[in-house]
């Protein structure tokens, strides 16, 4: 019952903000059509190689985490898990998060649930450390700003959670320390989970090289993904400098955080709201759509090479949330 209420909000928050942006810019629909229409192909074509790029180090990425837990799978493999993963994540988020369908096929190859999961977890952490990082270092840049003041204060908070949560994974003392106050959670389910998730970064803290290389990657990633933005807005020929777009990509990350169907509709709001400090309303949103066309475009991609290849079975859905559910049930039985 309560995942269902959650999803409802989601579904609203999605389509309430883009019905929203479609009511306040039905006017100048024809000029942000237009904006579309003149788009430079070729610059485009260079945003979508420059994406693939990005999505070769989150697969790297995972693949070191992976490592740390002695789980070795092959290049190609962790790109189609990753693949499939991308595309459920799109385009059936009421139903399935990707993360739970890629620790899924991680495990079918593996047999190590409990790793699995606790993996894809630690690369979604290192993931949102890598463009928190980037989002403090541009509201410093512009630190003048007194509308920013309350985006600064969430993207701190959400920061230190972050860096927190790392903290397990670089000091043993602290983990220690950690594991003394979490038995004192009154709720066993959450108790044993974030125990279980404790015991299982033990790797990393054991080679601390890892983390690094880890953090680096999602710093670099993160860098080409702002970059694939930029290309973007000159696709449309948009006059904003590259380094406004530092200030901007990761801002909007931390807005799609909220509660929605991936970020939809909220991200756009993102894109109109701060890209309008740059250039105007309608060329904003015009590259929050040229956004969109490439991400869910890839995601369709992806989700016909998964088709071709296994033939697309709400099977599937349903035995990822068993294993996912199972995972639970140990880690809650554990402690």
Sequence with gaps: ????????????????????????????????????????APTFFLAVLIFLVVFAILVLRLKWILKAQEILIPWWTLVYFTAI????SLFLPSAIGGDVVKGFYIYKHSGKKLSSFTSIFLDRLAGGLGFLTIA???????????????????????????????????????????KRVIV?????????????L???????????????????????????????????????????????????????????????????????????YLFSW?????????????YDALVYGFGFVCGILYLFREGFSYKIVQEAMAVKDEVEKVEEEGV
């Design 1 to 40: 019952m309560k995942g269902r209420i959650w999803g409802f909000l989601k579904f609203g928050v999605s389509f309430g903000g883009l019905a929203i942006i479609f009511f306040l810019f039905r006017k100048e629909i024809p000029s942000i059509i237009q904006i579309l229409r003149d788009f430079d």
């Design 198 to 272: 404790i015991d299982h970064f033990k790797a990393y803290r054991e080679d601390k090289r890892i983390l690094a290389k880890v953090f680096l990657a999602s710093l670099f990633g993160q860098i080409i993904f702002i970059t694939v933005n930029y290309v973007l807005g000159l696709s449309l020929r948009l006059d904003i400098s590259y380094l406004n777009f530092f200030f901007v990509i990761p801002l909007i990350a931390a807005f799609s955080m909220a509660p929605s169907i991936n970020g939809l509709g909220v991200r756009e709001a993102g894109f109109i």
């Design 136 to 178: 403090i270092a541009a509201l410093v840049y512009y630190s003048n700003r007194a509308e920013l003041i309350p985006v600064r204060n969430v993207v701190l908070v959400v920061f230190a959670a972050t860096v927190i949560g790392f903290l397990p994974l670089l000091s043993r003392r602290f983990a220690t320390g950690l």
């Design 278 to 290: 740059f250039t105007t309303r309608e060329k904003a949103l015009a590259l929050s759509i040229a």
């Design 85 to 88: 993963g991308f595309f459920f």
């Design 184 to 196: 004192r959670v009154p709720v066993k389910k959450i108790r044993s989970g974030l125990l279980h």
